[in-house]
Structure formats: C-alpha cells, structure tokens
C-alpha cells in the first residue's frame, strides 16, 4: 500500500502524483492510504477508462476509519483549498 500524506483532491490528481512519484500502476489498480483533511485512510485507485481520456475511481476501502453513515460532501460541502462550495464553484462557472 501506497501512503499519500496531506494530500486533498480528486483520483486523476492522485493518479498523477504516484506517476511523480514512479509508483507502477499498470494493471489499473493500487491500494493507497490517505492522510489529508478530509480524505483518510485506505482506498482503493481503480482505473475505468484508458486511452486519451481516461477515468479514474477512488473507492473508501473498509478499515477503521470508514464510516457509512458520514458524507463529507454534505456534512464538509467546503473545498479544503478555496473554502468554496461546489455551488459556489459552479456559479463562478
């Protein structure tokens, strides 16, 4: 497993930062640890898309720190980096 410490984003921006980092992906999938503001604990990086476009999802993998009944996006709707929330954001378009 993978640990990605202070770290607050979305799954391509992680995907790139363990590319930085020469951390082998090639089979589309790796187990990380996040230890950000709001993002922690282990995930799982799983690649759904390849070519020119591709997509990655960040799945919350069952450990100690996952809790079903939180939702960060309406308890925490704030950005860590702006403060701003996706309505916010859209908005400003």
Known sequence: MVIVTAFNSNASDIYRI???RGV????GHIKIWLSGKKLK???ALTRIKQGKNQSWLLIKMDDELADARRNRVSTEPESVLSGKTLSEIKAQG
């Open 41 to 43: 604990g282990g995930y």
């Open 18 to 20: 363990l590319l930085i």
């Open 24 to 27: 082998p992906i090639a089979k």
